[in-house]
């Protein structure tokens, strides 16, 4: 079990105004803390970041932290180890190091601050910024908030009706959590750490371990007594002994407005743990929710909605069953017709192939050659220089890639000739990137032909952090982002253009197509690992005779073995196919449909499983809430019917997606499909027939258990007679 909470956090130097990134550490003391385990945490905490932050805050109590400073003193080795995750091409990202002590009574001061290294830089920490930082991260991280699903709306016990519930119990997940929050609720609400305290009133059980945490740490002895219903704290009045009153959540400040305004209760004794806002509120908030994300505030109701009521912090509601969805026109990518137009034909390798210069193979690799040297790409590059690129830039930076590199010229080419002078601009490959490289630089252009996610974007701007001030322009440009999602590519667009200036950065993007997930974690492993398992362990089938049934696995586990660059293929032993019509390939292979890659089709197929998923209209939205899961309709492999096509949403889509054991109805129509496939697996109608065995076996497509066992036992005998792959996977059902 982990003993600290770590999180980042980001504020400016109280100092200088220079913006930090922070990794904080706070550690749990309440058991005893090895060295070893000290810079295990510190160790574990750092490796799980995206990108290094400039110093590292140790949090710990006062009666502690001193044995975690002296640990750091004299553990020169692991110190040294530690320090030089800090460091990158012989830079120095993290800068410094500093213990905090955290009192109930006098609060947070830093005790000491050590330079990485033996740097002397330090910075003017926004401590108080830190800590509040700290509980966001929570309400990210955990199940705190829950948004009530489309054509939904909670009905609050105060009869307050709108689209959020708010779970403060779920605020602390860990011990290293429950002790943060504790400290946390002592620091927000003075009145715990008085030592005549003698009663704390909480409104639900739920916060009762938050509550007894920070009474702990404060050393008192007060009593804690919950109220279990909103009724029945709307009636208590003011003891005349010191008390505090501590409310679990609210979303209209309606019960410590009644408490203080109507009964009588002192503001500064009255504490919301969570709240929708902190403006106009009485007593104190410790987390206001438009704080930690403005979206918060877009949460209205139109007065439509069913209502779940609530009572206390549990809520009930009539199950649903899941909602499926039909893929169809409401659902093409905008993007995709110009993307496989420019690039269906030539741009892509194929599944799970290794792109030049990389270490490992990806489910889609785009060859970033395509992209660098696209001519409408080009164009675009020559509008959007002339257009939005700031003409102080005098360097370009571009990802280690063939295409970045010739993307790259060509910007810089053009950055020359537009602006007309006699200096070209220095173009850097980013692996060659140092300080002195960029130690005249006036303003810097970074290129890259082909992102995902944009992982590479980030890394190559955290080190311009270090390496240029924070005033000197810079944009950032890609040619074609193939994302997660939508929220991905606005999450690393937002990343880059925010800074310390006053302006933003700039950025450009010209083709992006969000295509899900790299592998949906991943079909092809799964199938891998259900090849492992047959040959350790072969099943035992009735009606099934053990030699064939052995044979008929062989044969299976052969074929996952040599299709992890494709997709099983027919009983035949030929390969999946596709014909002419399909809806989402529109006009782009007229003519040309035998030189599509089969990369191009799972793409395609990949591309619009994710627009779904993103798509705004609840109604056809291939997303699920809380309280509604959604699949796929089992009409999607009638409509789209070439056995390419089915293969490609077997692996494309999410397992959730394609999980029908909850759905009595939609299993049972998924199971009489199945088995006309698997009786005519010899004709065209049937040819995709192993690789539904195969996402059956594998548990990527799912059914209620008693259709699961009657589609294995009357497909078997269907096949018993001679041994086959698809009889192999069959047997193979879990």
């Known amino acids: 079990m982990r003993k600290a909470y770590s999180y980042t956090a980001r504020g400016a130097c109280k100092r200088s105004g220079y913006e930090i990134d922070a990794l904080c550490v706070f550690v749990d003391t309440k058991r005893n803390v090895s060295a070893l385990e000290f810079f295990d945490e510190l160790e574990a905490s750092l490796r799980g970041l995206e990108t290094l932050p400039d110093c590292v805050v140790i949090i710990a109590d006062a009666a502690s932290l001193s044995t975690l400073h002296q640990y750091w003193a004299t553990w020169n080795a692991q110190r040294q180890v530690f320090e030089q995750r800090g460091f990158r091409k012989g830079v120095q990202f993290v800068k410094s190091y500093y213990f905090v002590t955290w009192d109930a009574v006098l609060g947070l001061s830093i005790a000491n601050m050590l330079g990485a290294g033996g740097s002397a830089a330090s910075f003017d920490l926004p401590i108080d910024s830190f800590i509040q930082q700290g509980l966001h991260a929570l309400i990210s991280t955990n199940p705190v908030v829950q948004i009530a699903p489309a054509g939904h709306v909670f009905k609050h016990p105060s009869k307050t009706v709108n689209k959020l519930f708010i779970q403060a119990r779920e605020l602390a997940t860990s011990e290293a959590e429950l002790a943060f929050v504790g400290r946390c609720l002592c620091r927000a609400l003075k009145p715990l750490a008085d030592a005549g305290l003698s009663v704390v009133y909480i409104d639900t059980m739920g916060i009762y371990s938050l509550v007894r945490e920070a009474l702990i740490y404060a050393g008192s002895k007060a009593t804690i007594h919950s109220f279990h219903s909103y009724t029945e704290l709307s009636e208590l009045s003011p003891p005349t002994e010191p008390y505090a009153l501590i409310i679990s959540a609210s979303t209209s400040g309606g019960m410590a407005h009644k408490l203080h305004k109507e009964q009588g209760f002192v503001e500064d004794r009255l504490l919301t743990l969570i709240d929708t806002t902190a403006a106009g509120r009485n007593g104190t908030v410790m987390i206001a929710l438009d704080d930690v994300d403005i979206s918060y505030r877009k949460q209205l109701a139109d ?16 199950a649903k069953p899941p909602r499926a969805v039909t893929l169809g026109q409401p659902h093409f990518p905008r993007r995709l017709g110009e993307f496989l137009k420019q690039f269906g034909i030539g741009g892509l390798l194929g599944l799970n192939e290794q792109p030049a210069g990389g270490a490992a193979s990806r489910l889609v690799c785009f060859e970033s050659n395509a992209a660098g040297r696209n001519q409408k790409l080009l164009d675009w590059l020559k509008d959007e220089i002339d257009w939005r690129v700031s003409v102080a830039i005098d360097h370009v930076i571009y990802a280690d890639d063939d295409g970045s590199k010739a993307l790259s010229e060509a910007a810089a080419e053009k950055l020359h000739a537009a602006k007309g002078c006699p200096n070209r601009p220095v173009v850097t490959a980013y692996s060659n990137l140092t300080t002195d490289t960029l130690a005249q630089a006036q303003g810097v252009l970074v ?55 006053p302006r933003d950065y700039g950025f450009s993007a010209w ?72 809806l989402f390939f529109g006009d782009a292979f007229d003519g040309r449909l035998h030189q599509v890659p089969v990369s191009a089709t799972y793409l395609t197929v990949a591309s619009v499983l994710q627009a779904a998923r993103d798509l705004n209209v609840p109604a ?83 059914l209620m258990a008693d259709d699961r066992k009657e589609l294995q036992q009357k497909a078997v005998e269907l096949l018993s007679s001679a041994p086959s792959a698809l009889l192999g996977f069959i047997c193979l059902l879990i």
């Not at 322009?473 to 880059?496: I, M």
Request: include cysteine; aromatic fraction near 8%.
């Open 303 to 318: 007065g439509t909605e069913t209502q779940i009521e609530l009572f206390g912090e549990h809520f009930s509601s009539k």
């Open 511 to 582: 083709l992006v197509l969000p295509i899900g997930s790299d592998g949906t974690t991943n079909a092809w492993q799964d199938l891998s690992e259900l090849a492992t398992r047959a040959q350790v362990q072969t099943p035992v089938v009735t009606g099934v005779s053990p030699k064939i049934l052995t044979e008929s696995v062989d044969l299976a586990v052969q074929l996952v073995q040599g299709a992890f660059k494709g997709f099983l293929p027919t009983s035949s032993g030929t390969a999946l196919g596709l014909s002419e019509g399909f």
């Open 620 to 702: 056809n939205q291939l997303k699920p809430t809380g309280y509604e899961s959604v699949v796929l309709s089992p009409e999607n492999f009638l409509r789209y019917n070439d056995n390419l096509l089915q293969a490609c949403v077997l692996r494309a889509a999410h397992p959730s997606e394609l999980d029908y054991s909850s759905s009595p109805h939609l299993s049972r129509l998924m199971k009489e499909f199945l088995l006309k496939v698997f009786s005519r697996n010899a004709h065209p109608y049937g040819a995709a027939s192993i690789e539904f065995a195969a996402a059956l076996a594998c548990g990527h497509l799912k």
């Open 447 to 501: 290129v890259q032909a082909v992102a995902g996610d944009g992982g590479l974007l980030r890394e190559i701007s955290r080190d311009l952090r270090e390496f240029i001030a924070p005033d000197v322009p810079r944009h950032f440009l890609a040619g074609v982002g193939l994302p997660q999602s939508e929220e991905t590519w606005l999450r690393l667009q937002q990343f880059l253009v925010k800074n310390t200036s």
